[in-house]
């Protein structure tokens, strides 16, 4: 595989449940990023990881858990989410966080019952 | 701190006719500038990137765009508009060496047969 994957590509979930996205990077990079995409509104900027250490929290609530094991994966876990969590997911990898150049995974789908 | 306005939410042009996306931007520093394309249930794909060489940026798919820092622009164009353009283009602004992107709200662009 190439590029940037994310997996699953849709979630639907109930309020007390705890899922997992998964993003997996194939391009050597080693900066990470978890975006969250709404409708009507500007891609909102999560967390960051860089060389597997987490260098920002952008106000994001503790329902959202990030998990970065290695360069390569970047974990989003999720637990008792609201209704209005429901939004597209997309990771973002690039080679530091001094390089702008941020290459983007399809996005997860979820959809908070 | 930068921000990017993209003037127009919706383009709507017929297949062979020009494309032109309107982007304004505001940054304290010297801006990396971007455009990127998303079409339905895809991540975001980098169609070009300004740094501070030309300022005439050529990017995938025939598109183009032209960074002209007197009137604090970025806007996008291509020649002749293809069907498989209709997506939503969004306009993005770093301060060079910064992984934090603004995006702007979209632009849908729609293309009649």
């Known amino acids: 595989e190439t590029g940037v994957t994310q997996t699953p590509r849709h979630l639907v979930m109930g309020m007390t449940n705890k899922k997992s996205l998964k993003c997996e990077q194939h391009l050597g990079h080693n900066a990470m990023y978890w975006y969250k995409q709404s409708a009507k509104k500007p891609l909102e900027l999560m967390f960051v990881y860089n060389f597997k250490e987490q260098t920002e929290n952008n106000s994001v609530p503790s329902r959202f858990s990030p998990e970065c094991p290695n360069s390569s994966h970047l974990f989003l876990h999720l637990h008792t989410l609201q209704p209005e969590d429901s939004a597209l997911y997309l990771c973002?990898?690039?080679?530091?966080?001094?390089?702008?150049?941020?290459?983007f995974g399809p996005g997860t789908r979820l959809t908070v019952t | 701190a930068q921000s990017v306005t993209q003037l127009d939410s919706h383009v709507s042009v017929s297949e062979g006719t020009p494309v032109l996306l309107r982007c304004n931007y505001s940054s304290s520093y010297s801006p990396s500038l971007f455009w990127y394309v998303q079409h339905p249930n895809k991540g975001l794909q980098l169609l070009l990137k300004?740094?501070?060489?030309?300022?005439l940026v050529k990017g995938i798919n025939g598109f183009e765009a032209e960074f002209k820092k007197s009137e604090t622009s970025f806007h996008l164009t291509k020649p002749s508009a293809h069907m498989s353009d209709a997506a939503e283009y969004f306009c993005?602004?770093?301060?060079?060496?910064?992984?934090?992107?603004?995006f702007g709200a979209g632009t849908t662009v729609t293309v009649r047969a």
């Open positions: 993005v602004v770093s301060d060079r060496g910064d992984y934090k992107l603004s």
């Open positions: 973002a990898s690039s080679q530091e966080t001094k390089d702008d150049e941020q290459y």
């Open positions: 300004y740094t501070s060489a030309a300022t």
